[in-house]
Structure formats: structure tokens, C-alpha cells
């Protein structure tokens, strides 16, 4: 197995809904693409370590508030 250095970017909700660009912050729809699907985000592909996942959309929505301070 290859193996490769990769550094977990930051998940908080803030930093999530910052975005790469102020002027076009992460909703958090975006956030919900980028979870359960493979999503180009701003120009930005989400790295393969960026694990897709399928979950009911009750679950989606715990999640996402559980992010938020």
C-alpha cells in the first residue's frame, strides 16, 4: 500500500463556513455536498482522503448543527 503525507484541514463550522474566499463562504448546503457527495467546491476539489458518506437527512442536519458553535 502507498502511503502519503496529508495534513486534516481544519472541520470546525466556523472555518467550514468560511470557505477559501470571504466573499464566497461554504453554506451550509455546500457542507452537505461535500459530505455525501464528490463535490468541486470554488475551484477547489476535495482531496481523496475526503471520505464520502450516506446518511439519512435528519443525521446530515445533526451533524451540521453539531459543527456550529
Request: glycine fraction near 2%.
Amino acid at each position: 500500500m502507498m502511503m502519503w503525507y496529508f495534513e486534516a484541514p481544519d472541520i470546525r463550522y466556523s472555518s467550514l463556513a468560511a470557505g477559501h474566499d470571504e466573499e464566497k463562504p461554504y453554506t451550509d448546503e455546500l457542507i452537505k455536498l461535500a459530505i455525501t457527495k464528490e463535490l468541486i467546491v470554488m475551484e477547489c476539489v476535495l482531496n481523496k482522503p475526503m471520505p464520502v458518506w450516506q446518511m439519512s437527512d435528519e443525521d446530515l442536519n445533526d451533524l451540521i448543527e453539531f459543527l456550529k458553535p
